[in-house]
């Protein structure tokens, strides 16, 4: 039987870190509660690497002063590829999709909503003073809108 080793440790430990993550995530002989700790830790980071890559594409569209239609396409396009890449890795196969999709959507959604308000306020200071529930529920229903289908009709 011929043993392949590692060149260096850097590949040493890029070979360790995927086997210790696959027995983390499929024997039975670590316990639940570990598997569910690792897990939390992977989802973390995933959600965390979202969120920042999401706070630079709406930086890029505040200072760009880029159209809402183009912001909330390319938050969809990023949310989309989150649920393709958890769907094909199966060591990702703890995280439910739907729940973190829901939590990027929200954030995303959220930021770009107090962006709203920020730029009402500055446009209109006495409007931002009125800016109230009503609003909120046409700009969360104008992003779910393009969300959905792609534009907002004119």
Same mark, same amino acid.
């Given at each position: 039987?011929?043993?392949?080793?590692?060149?260096?440790?850097? %590949?040493?430990?890029?070979?360790?870190?995927?086997?210790?993550?696959?027995?983390?995530? =499929?024997?039975?002989?670590?316990?639940?509660?570990?598997?569910?700790?690792?897990?939390?830790?992977?989802?973390?980071?995933?959600?965390?690497?979202?969120?920042?890559?999401?706070?630079?594409?709406?930086?890029? @569209?505040?200072?760009?002063? *880029?159209?809402?239609?183009?912001?909330?396409?390319?938050?969809?396009?990023?949310?989309?590829?989150?649920?393709?890449?958890?769907?094909?890795?199966?060591?990702?196969?703890?995280?439910?999709?739907?729940? *973190?999709?829901?939590?990027?959507?929200?954030?995303?959604?959220?930021?770009?909503?107090?962006?709203?308000?920020?730029?009402?306020?500055? %446009?209109?200071? =006495?409007?931002?003073? =009125?800016?109230? =529930?009503?609003?909120?529920?046409?700009?969360?229903?104008?992003?779910? @809108?393009?969300?959905?289908?792609?534009?907002?009709?004119?």
């Amino acid at each position: 039987m011929e043993h392949i080793f590692p060149a260096n440790a850097d %590949e040493l430990q890029e070979v360790f870190d995927f086997y210790f993550f696959q027995i983390i995530i =499929t024997h039975d002989y670590i316990k639940p509660e570990r598997k569910i700790r690792d897990a939390m830790n992977c989802i973390d980071a995933i959600e965390g690497s979202f969120k920042f890559l999401i706070n630079r594409f709406h930086q890029a @569209y505040l200072d760009e002063s *880029l159209d809402d239609t183009i912001y909330v396409r390319n938050i969809r396009s990023l949310i989309e590829g989150l649920d393709d890449f958890i769907q094909h890795n199966q060591e990702l196969q703890l995280i439910d999709p739907k729940i *973190l999709r829901s939590v990027i959507y929200g954030y995303a959604r959220d930021i770009w909503l107090k962006s709203v308000r920020d730029l009402i306020s500055k %446009e209109h200071p =006495t409007a931002g003073k =009125t800016f109230g =529930t009503e609003s909120d529920e046409y700009y969360l229903y104008y992003f779910d @809108y393009i969300y959905h289908h792609g534009m907002y009709p004119q």
